[in-house]
């Protein structure tokens, strides 16, 4: 019976988060991030469509207005502010600005899931989303040890997850919410020493981020400094 409940669950989630993923519409109210490529598309001036992505420093520069913040902006502002800097030079210019990139907030899965790779979400995201998203655990998944890496390329924080809990028996406080970069790895086995884990996969991890990084390989920084 929790087998099929935990399988209805999944199932209901990898629907949500499988959306996300494949860069569906922003939400109502959606605030732009860093490493989110804009498209716009200005009527009549092919000169100023295309696509324009977020900086490290939020910004983005377009042309004619010149650096734009775009970081922290929601999307229908960002749209109106830059129709506002546009009538200094064109009258009544057409913009329409979408997100054709959520990459503001960007997870990676690794391990025992069906589909370890990088996931894009239009906002926050969940442990479970994402778990689902990522076609769900593989029958090897130690499920009660699901370990989220935080800040790993700066100060890195381990937590183990208790997701049996969270899928058998709704603890939801368990289900933490997700941030920019972070890192969910399943072990096979259930890890005991957080210390020895992430000394581990540390290796290993370093290779894969330089790779697959999508804030270090996105943008660059301002005056492209390393």
Do not use: H
């Not at 200005?42 to 377009?62: A, H, S």
């Not at 210019?93 to 979400?121: D, H, I, R």
């Amino acid at each position: 019976m929790r087998e099929k409940l935990s399988a209805v669950i999944a199932a209901a989630l990898a629907a949500v988060a499988a959306a996300a993923a494949q860069e569906a519409p922003a939400p109502e109210g959606y605030v732009i991030g860093e490493a989110d490529v804009l498209n716009v598309r200005v009527v009549g001036e092919n000169d100023l469509t295309g696509n324009y992505t977020v900086r490290l420093d939020g910004k983005v520069m377009f042309p004619y207005v010149g650096e734009v913040q775009a970081a922290g902006v929601p999307l229908s502002a960002f749209n109106r502010m830059l129709r506002e800097n546009l009538s200094a030079y064109y009258v009544d210019p057409q913009v329409t600005v979408e997100v054709l990139e959520y990459n503001s907030c960007v997870v990676y899965v690794l391990g025992e899931v069906a589909k370890p790779g990088v996931y894009k979400f239009p906002g926050r995201t969940t442990l479970l989303e994402t778990v689902a998203g990522a076609g769900g655990y593989e029958r090897s998944a130690a499920r009660a040890s699901t370990m989220v890496v935080r800040s790993f390329l700066d100060e890195p924080q381990v937590m183990r997850i208790d997701m049996e809990k969270v899928i058998d028996e709704g603890a939801i406080t368990l289900n933490i919410p997700l941030e920019k970069g972070d890192v969910v790895v399943i072990p096979k086995t259930f890890v005991t020493n957080l210390n020895e884990f992430l000394a581990d996969i540390s290796p290993s991890l370093s290779a894969y981020l330089r790779v697959n990084s999508v804030y270090q390989t996105t943008w660059e920084p301002p005056g492209g400094q390393p």
